[in-house]
Nanobody, 116 residues
Framework: QVQLVESGGGLVQPGGSLILSCTVS????????MGWYRQAPGKQRELVAG????????TYSDSVKGRFAISRDNAKNTVYLQMNSLKPEDTAVYYC?????????WGQGTQVTVSS
C-alpha cells in the first residue's frame, strides 16, 4: 500500500503563491509517476500537473501552464506543487495521486482558496 499526506493549502489573495507538499510512505518501490489533481465544487476532478519518474517528464493543464510547477525531492519522498499568480478559479480541493503498477492512490486532499 501507498500512503499520501498532503499539506500546504490555505487562503491566499489573488496573485499570491502557495506551495503544496505530498509526502509518500509505504510501498514506494514501483511508483511510476505522481500528480496533483483538483476538484472545485460542482466540477469533476481534473489533472493539474503530473510527473513521470522515468525521464522526469512533466505535464500541466492549460489553465495552470506557466504558473504552476511540479517537482520532487527523492530524499524526502515528497512531491511539491509550486503555485504562483493564483486566481480565484484555482480555488479547489487539491489531491495528490501516485500511480503504482496498475493502481492509483490518493491523499486526503487539501483546500486552496484564492480570494480577496
Amino acid at each position: 500500500q501507498v500512503q499520501l499526506v498532503e499539506s500546504g493549502g490555505g487562503l491566499v489573495q489573488p496573485g499570491g503563491s502557495l506551495i503544496l507538499s505530498c509526502t509518500v510512505s509505504g510501498s514506494i518501490f514501483g511508483i511510476r509517476g505522481m500528480g496533483w489533481y483538483r476538484q472545485a465544487p460542482g466540477k469533476q476532478r481534473e489533472l493539474v500537473a503530473g510527473l513521470m519518474f522515468i525521464g522526469g517528464i512533466t505535464t500541466y493543464s492549460d489553465s495552470v501552464k506557466g504558473r504552476f510547477a511540479i517537482s520532487r525531492d527523492n530524499a524526502k519522498n515528497t512531491v511539491y506543487l509550486q503555485m504562483n499568480s493564483l486566481k480565484p478559479e484555482d480555488t479547489a480541493v487539491y489531491y495528490c495521486n501516485a500511480h503504482r503498477y496498475d493502481n492509483d492512490y490518493w491523499g486526503q486532499g487539501t483546500q486552496v482558496t484564492v480570494s480577496s
